[in-house]
């Protein structure tokens, strides 16, 4: 799946690269991302999630369990609204997550 083209591939490796954890990309790719798209027979390149939000989203879980947990509802979401993971992200975060993050000073 993460060279189904070379377009997808370099994206792919670029968010990689960004990201914390690689792994934890390749498997947001390969699962919650991948699962969706098949059900919906649509190609990596109609995805909504961008390579940016799997990167943003892999970085957010890695750490904190309860938004890897959420990881499938917010990529649902996505989907449902056609939008990026940052943008769903943003509006709806657990209130959990929320006060675990650092604030911004």
């Known amino acids: 799946m993460l060279t189904v083209t070379k377009n997808f591939a370099d994206q792919f490796e670029e968010a990689a690269r960004a990201s914390k954890s690689p792994k934890r990309v390749a ?24 390579m940016k939000g799997v990167a943003l989203s892999a970085d957010l879980a890695e750490g904190w369990h309860a938004l890897e947990q959420n990881a499938e ?33």
Not at 27 to 47: M, P
Not at 78 to 95: A, G, S
């Open 27 to 50: 498997n947001l790719c390969q699962g919650e991302l991948q699962s969706r798209l098949k059900v919906i027979t649509w190609r990596s390149s109609q995805s909504p999630i961008s």
């Open 73 to 105: 509802g917010s990529y649902d979401l996505c989907f449902e609204r056609n939008q990026d993971f940052p943008e769903v992200y943003e509006k709806e975060k657990p209130q959990q997550i929320r006060t675990l993050e650092p604030s911004k000073k």
